[in-house]
């Protein structure tokens, strides 16, 4: 079976993006308020699912953690999505991919919805939202192309997270059916955001990773954007907010529990795996 | 604050993987021991500490890259919101 090029694939998923086009502004009609009585956040993807932790828990106060797990999930989106935006907004007249530059004006478009129905959805109902506590600092200098690798790399580690949650929740009949509804719109839009990120990743690895020393760069760079994704699951203001003593502890504990470090291994990080294993990049994280 | 401030300078003091001893006035950024790796940790330690929740921005970095600018900016005036 031939392999379709990318130019082929994006064409699909230009098609796609209009055929289905979902306009987020008006689509959701949003309830007065969200019943805090049930889960918020699949209980098998939360925070705490398969730790030592876990067992202390009882079911209320994991539906109350439910609440502001899914409020950090969003909050990432809401945040990772303006970041993305901003990325690419950057690069995109500097991308060497020719007609397939045209997907990113759809991207971007999408995007900018998820980050409004994210943002709107933790004010709604949470009242507030996550802030992101990471800071970009000063970066060694790269070349143009390692950094148009890196950028889309970094979006697709995000991606490829976001929609394990995505799955998790919108599958899961426990959970809130206006949750399982903005999870499933954002999983039909990032599922194709994905299918581009991924066949995009190949044209510019093969100009950024031309020695050794730019893959040293970017296995680095890599394995950070990994970590802080990972740790930023195990927020400790969702703890306080869900009223769990001592949350920085709690955030450590989890970290360190072999079940959890499995989880990200071998579920919530599998996607990752995947791509950068076919671009013959080895990463090697720990949180 | 001054027990959550101590708890403060021993968690930065464990996290210290270079060779050197912390000082109060040591630039944390400068002497490369924040990282945009350990920085959301140690701004979330100082929240959980102080009480005080941290709004990250460009100007943050000239408000925590000292301890002794963190004692004065957030244990000093949590302190102070307090009595």
């Not at chain 1, 945040?79 to 007609?99: A, D, H, K, W, Y």
Request: aromatic fraction near 10%.
């Amino acid at each position: 079976m031939n392999k379709i090029s990318f130019a082929e694939r994006t064409k699909k998923l230009i098609e796609l993006s209009n055929k289905n086009y979902l306009r987020a502004f008006s689509h959701f009609k949003w309830p007065e308020s969200l019943n805090e009585k049930e889960f918020w956040f699949s209980p098998d993807a939360l925070s705490i699912a398969g730790s030592a932790i876990e067992q202390e828990m009882t079911i209320e106060q994991k539906i109350r953690l439910s609440k502001w797990e899914c409020i950090n999930s969003f909050s990432l989106n809401n945040n990772g999505e303006r970041e993305l935006i901003q990325e690419v907004s950057r690069v995109m007249n500097e991308l060497p991919i020719g007609e397939t530059k045209e997907y990113l004006y759809h991207l971007i478009d999408e995007e900018n919805q998820h980050m409004w129905y994210f943002n709107k959805f933790c004010k709604k109902y949470a009242g507030k939202i996550y802030i992101d506590k990471n800071l970009q600092f000063k970066q060694e200098k790269i070349s143009k192309e390692l950094d148009h690798f890196l950028v889309f790399s970094r979006i697709l580690i995000f991606e490829e997270i976001g929609h394990y949650y995505n799955i998790m929740n919108s599958n899961d009949d426990r959970v809130h059916s206006f949750v399982r509804e903005i999870n499933k719109a954002h999983y039909n839009e990032e599922a194709r955001h994905i299918t581009y990120g991924r066949k995009l990743l190949e044209p510019l690895a093969e100009l950024a990773l031309t020695s050794k020393t730019e893959i040293k760069k970017a296995t680095n760079e890599l394995n950070k954007s990994i970590i802080l994704n990972i740790r930023s699951l195990y927020n400790p203001a969702m703890y306080r907010d869900a009223g769990l003593g001592n949350p920085m502890q709690i955030r450590s504990l989890l970290l360190e529990d072999e079940s959890r470090k499995n989880i990200h291994e071998n579920t919530i990080l599998q996607g990752v795996k995947k791509v950068f294993m076919k671009l013959d990049l080895s990463l090697n994280w720990s949180v | 604050m001054e027990k959550q401030y101590n708890e403060l300078v021993d968690w930065i003091r464990q996290k210290n993987k270079k060779n050197k001893p912390i000082s109060e006035e040591m630039d944390l950024v400068e002497e490369d021991i924040l990282d945009s790796l350990l920085f959301a940790e140690y701004v979330m330690m100082i929240e959980d500490l102080s009480g005080i929740e941290i709004e990250v921005g460009d100007e943050l970095l000239d408000k925590i890259r000292t301890l002794a600018l963190v004692k004065n900016n957030y244990f000093n005036a949590a302190y102070n919101k307090e009595n």
